[in-house]
């Protein structure tokens, strides 16, 4: 069984920056960042798969850059930060596509489909 490890929250100004850090046990295919604000359903933020090819969602593309600098480590890098963004920020991995579908790493963001998921870390971002 993978663990994921989260690491990097924080409480930031708007306009600030942050790092988000995930540390897996073991290689996974695949891994993204996913974040729930209270009262709010989880939202898919950005993956990335072992190939390079990343998918982020609308609300944070030219803020936020997903990478890797190697199979196990992850990062999100958050600029420009905006109190929306306040939110706890979990990461999530997982094997290789079983399908078509799971194949685009898109897709898996916007259906969650990850088989492991860590505690998650706070960001909070303040006005």
């Known amino acids: 069984q993978v663990h994921l490890v989260e690491s990097g929250g924080g409480s930031v100004q708007a306009g600030g920056s942050l790092r988000l850090s995930c540390t897996a046990s073991?290689?996974?295919?695949?891994m993204a960042w996913f974040r729930q604000a209270p009262g709010k359903g989880r939202e898919g933020v950005a993956a990335i798969d072992s190939f390079g090819r990343a998918s982020y969602a609308d609300s944070v593309k030219g803020r936020f850059n997903i990478s890797q600098d190697n199979p196990k480590t992850l990062y999100l890098q958050m600029n420009s930060l905006k109190p929306e963004d306040t939110a706890m920020y979990s990461c999530?991995?997982?094997?290789?596509?079983?399908?078509?579908?799971?194949?685009?790493?898109?897709?898996?963001?916007?259906?969650?489909?990850?088989?492991?998921w860590g505690q998650g870390t706070q960001v909070t971002v303040s006005s």
């Open positions: 073991e290689y996974t295919y695949c």
């Open positions: 999530a991995a997982d094997g290789p596509p079983t399908s078509a579908q799971s194949a685009r790493i898109s897709n898996r963001l916007k259906t969650a489909n990850f088989g492991v």
